[in-house]
């Protein structure tokens, strides 16, 4: 079989992607300028909207224009400084669509027209007072036919794009066109009826052109309804907005052509007044407006939507393309690169080799392959050095066995190998070792299993480090550690240790209400001059201790002692709510317990004890030599209910007397002065009932 050449391969290469590509990008590009096509249109019939919104107000203020110069000129002249003010307000409306056209905010496509409506505007003010009644209307409604028609003109460009929002070819024409052209024929209508109505008599000539007006308006009421309805139900989203200013229109126009035909057209004689006429029209002329100020938005709105969603497509089906072309230049690339790179391969290969037998050689971690049976397949000169051997060659014939001749613990290695076989590789396998001399060493090892195409396991990998420094300094830290720990959560209570070990910036908490006791030893000054120092120490020492272990016994806070004071708290840092009663049993015990503490001459030890419970604030003081403390009145009063106490006996206030009453069996001791609080009830707790 004869052998394509490389050249050869690459021309069929290119021939077929190029085959795919071309086609491809052709298509691409046409979408593309098919939605560009679109939005540019779309953006057109948005401008013309804007348009149509402009001429909407000089449309109505010049058909009110006309209803006033034509009631003036019929004998109204009261109405001459309305007149007046109406062509004011027109001036200014014409001005603004002219600013359209100066700030060049879209192109007006009718330039010449517009022009002569303005013309027609500036003769017909110059006439207003100067022409009859009827000179004026005519006037006024050809300037107004020639409004319609150039509002028609810029609105209607949905036959130019037939995927605009709206997707009936009619429906624009509706919105832009029969509202406003409506409006027209009912101010007509309204102007002639209202005349008939007040002459109450039928000239022939307008009856005809009031005939025909009325089937007009009837023949674009069937025409927009039918539209609209189908803009309802294709965009349901317009439903609550729209809804009820069609049927507010529809209803008002039916209202009105129902009171013409019955009331006007279709009697002899003619009974009703010209301002039922009146009033029946304007509401007609009014709803059809607010319609066509509600729909101008809400077609604007989807034609907007349109426009996204055009240009979503749009920038889809350009990343799509751009996709495709980079995948097509990266097939390309990898072809000749596959074609023309072999060569370069193979010798990349070797220098791989090579640089990999030096790392190999010259690395300071151990590296190594063992079989799965636990011998060394081979090992760098550097795991050599590790495990004391003089060479490689050495490690290798002399370990048969890793799981004992390496390991200190031999179920280590089913260890490691069981680590491999769920996870396929070990990160830090720490473990003791065994050197050659005997002697131990931690080592590291990072290890993954090898094996080949079929999933069957060749052998291990991996690299090994020394860690025997780290490990101890490891444990030393751990130590430390644990020493640190153990005296700070000696020194606070627990949950406040674990607060500051978290770095709390501020501990402070107030608790409501909690319960704290001080307690004195009797006559300690003279005890203080009648031994040495160190024994003293070692008498308090014992005391206290077995004030301690009652604290742990009863759940209690010891918060300082002070000399040969002694404070303790119940209730905090956690409450609890017999927090009075544990401080209660607790001093009772305290009694109990310094009977069997005696001076020299035989004497027992004697204590004063004061309880008091309440509110308080504890917290966290200082930066160095830190302490756990409380602060507040009830602190202050609890002092001082042992102080001024009595030997071997707990005096406690009112407020504590009141939680422990009925469980405790207590003595009034009466009004005692207290400093800073003047007289105070206070009690004996004598025991448990």
């Known amino acids: 079989m004869k052998q394509i050449l490389p050249s050869h391969k690459i021309i069929i290469s290119f021939s077929a992607i190029f085959a795919f590509v071309i086609p491809f990008l052709l298509l691409i590009y046409q979408e593309n300028l098919t939605l560009t096509h679109q939005v540019r249109l779309i953006r057109q019939e948005r401008l013309s909207l804007k348009y149509q919104r402009y001429l909407r107000e000089p449309l109505a203020n010049l058909i009110q224009h006309r209803q006033l110069a034509y009631s003036y000129l019929k004998g109204q002249g009261f109405l001459k400084q309305n007149v007046l003010s109406k062509q004011h307000h027109i001036d200014n409306y014409f001005q603004a669509v002219d600013a359209l056209k100066k700030e060049k905010i879209f192109t007006l496509e009718n330039y010449q027209k517009w022009q002569l409506i303005k013309q027609q505007w500036l003769e017909i003010k110059q006439k207003t007072f100067s022409q009859t009644a009827e000179e004026s209307f005519a006037h006024h409604t050809l300037l107004i036919k020639h409004i319609l028609s150039l509002m028609a003109n810029v609105g209607n460009l949905s036959e130019q794009s037939p995927k605009l929002v709206i997707n009936s070819d009619n429906s624009p024409k509706y919105i832009l066109n029969l509202l406003p052209a409506t409006v027209e024929n009912l101010a007509q209508v309204k102007l002639i009826s209202s005349n008939i109505a007040d002459r109450k008599k039928w000239p022939d000539r307008e009856k005809g052109r009031l005939v025909t007006l009325s089937r007009s308006i009837k023949s674009n ?206 990160q830090r396998f720490v473990s003791l070792a065994r050197r050659k001399d005997g002697t131990t060493i931690w080592i590291s090892e990072k290890a993954h299993s090898v094996k080949n195409s079929q999933g069957e396991l060749l052998y291990y990998e991996g690299s090994v480090e020394d860690v025997t420094n780290r490990k101890i300094a490891e444990e030393a830290i751990q130590y430390q550690q644990e020493q640190t720990e153990r005296l700070l959560f000696n020194i606070l209570p627990g949950p406040i240790a674990v607060r500051l070990q978290m770095q709390e910036s501020t501990i402070a908490d107030s608790f409501s209400e909690a319960t704290v006791l001080f307690a004195d030893i009797v006559n300690f000054t003279e005890l203080c001059t009648a031994i040495p120092p160190t024994e003293l120490v070692k008498l308090l020492n014992e005391i206290f201790s077995v004030f301690d272990r009652l604290a742990e016994q009863y759940g209690l806070e010891k918060i300082k002692t002070i000399g040969d004071a002694y404070m303790v708290a119940g209730g905090i840092p956690i409450f609890r709510e017999d927090h009075a009663k544990a401080i209660a049993d607790m001093a009772l015990d305290m009694l109990k317990e310094i009977k069997n503490f005696h001076t020299k001459e035989g004497q027992p030890f004697s204590i004063r004890i004061g309880i008091n419970s309440g509110p308080v604030v504890a917290g966290v003081i200082g930066i160095k030599k830190i302490i756990y403390d409380l602060w507040g009145d009830t602190v202050n009063i609890a002092s001082r209910m042992e102080s001024q106490g009595v030997p071997d006996k707990i005096q406690v206030t009112e407020f504590t007397y009141k939680i422990l009453c009925g469980k405790y069996l207590f003595q009034e001791r009466g009004m005692i002065p207290i400093k800073g609080k003047g007289e105070m009830k206070t009690y004996f707790l004598i025991d448990k009932l």
């Open 221 to 426: 009421s069937v025409l927009s309804k039918r539209g609209i309805e189908k803009i309802l139900v294709e965009h349901r989203e317009l439903q609550p907005q729209l809804t009820a200013y069609f049927q507010e229109a529809v209803s008002s126009k039916n209202l009105f052509l129902e009171m013409l035909n019955k009331q006007l057209i279709s009697p002899k004689t003619i009974n009703i007044q010209p301002i039922e006429i009146f009033a029946s029209a304007t509401e007609a002329i009014e709803s059809e407006l607010r319609l066509y100020d509600v729909m101008q938005p809400a077609i604007d709105e989807l034609l907007e939507l349109r426009i996204n969603k055009l240009l979503e497509t749009q920038y889809l089906i350009r990343i799509f393309g751009l996709i495709g072309l980079l995948f097509v230049i990266y097939l390309l690339i990898k072809i000749i690169r596959k074609l023309n790179s072999h060569k370069e391969y193979e010798r990349a290969l070797l220098q791989a080799e090579s640089k990999y037998r030096s790392i190999f050689e010259n690395a300071t971690e151990g590296i190594y392959q063992t079989t799965p049976d636990g011998k060394f397949i081979s090992a760098n000169p550097a795991l050599a050095k590790i495990l004391g051997y003089d060479s490689a060659e050495e490690l290798i014939n002399t370990i048969t066995d890793i799981s004992t001749q390496v390991y200190v613990e031999p179920k280590i290695r089913g260890k490691f190998v069981s680590t491999l076989k769920k996870n396929h590789k070990t």
